[in-house]
Antibody, heavy 119, light 110 residues
């Protein structure tokens, strides 16, 4: 079964760091391009970062310089290292994958992991 | 960049049709035919309903359809069913390796 499972969400103090993980099954993270998206309470999703199959990475301005996307092929997992966390980073964080069968849409999603940043 | 604009809520009775709008700019919706729509039941993984404006993945009901005109896109849900009650999000590629999402529309089936 094709699926993504996020983990690592927690309550953390402002200025702290956290690393989120996204374990893939049923496909390899190197074969699809992967993104992180977050959804703050009561708001719509916000795209954060993309990791292409070739290894290139891009970030939204809101997290550039603070967050780093990466993958571990041996663990078939995607990661998001989050540093200098702020209260406004409080959100549910989702990883998603584009299999390539549906244009630039993301057809595989996880259920999310919650990050709460206390000030 | 601001999020794509969606109405916060929509509703309809079982069997009726409802259309959810999504307004962007010429830099996102208007500039690319990469509009997609997602259905999200809280606590579950979001589900891809529509991609490339009008296309449906296999397994998605043909009661869901998408369209686009200029800088706006729409999702129509026909023959409303109780299970359609969920949050719906539009998304568009916005160039320069960026994606935009809408603020979401909560659909109620009355």
């Amino acid at each position: 079964e094709v699926q993504l499972v996020e983990s690592g969400g927690a309550l953390v103090q402002s200025g702290g760091s956290l690393r989120l993980s996204c374990a893939a099954s049923g496909f390899t993270v190197t074969s699809n391009y992967m993104i992180w998206v977050r959804q703050a309470p009561g708001k719509g999703p916000e795209w954060l970062s993309v990791l292409y199959t070739g290894g290139s990475t891009y970030y939204a301005d809101s997290v550039k310089g603070r967050f780093t996307i990466s993958r571990d092929n041996s663990k078939n997992s995607l990661y998001l290292q989050m540093n200098s966390l702020r209260a406004e980073d409080t959100a549910m964080y989702y990883c998603a994958s584009r299999s390539g069968r549906f244009g630039r849409a993301f057809d595989i999603w996880g259920q999310g992991t919650m990050v709460t940043v206390s000030s | 960049q601001s999020a794509l604009t969606q109405p916060p809520s929509a509703s309809g009775s079982p069997g009726q049709s409802v259309t959810i709008s999504c307004t962007g700019t010429s830099s996102d919706i208007g500039g690319y035919n990469y509009v997609s729509w997602y259905q999200h039941h809280p606590g579950k993984a979001p589900k891809l309903l529509i991609y490339e404006v009008t296309k449906r993945p296999s397994g998605v009901s043909d009661r869901f359809s998408g369209s686009k005109s200029g800088n706006s896109a729409s999702l129509t849900v026909s023959g409303l069913q109780a299970d359609d009650e969920a949050d719906y999000y539009c998304s568009s590629y916005a160039g320069s390796h960026n994606w935009m999402f809408g603020g979401g529309t909560k659909l109620a089936v009355l």
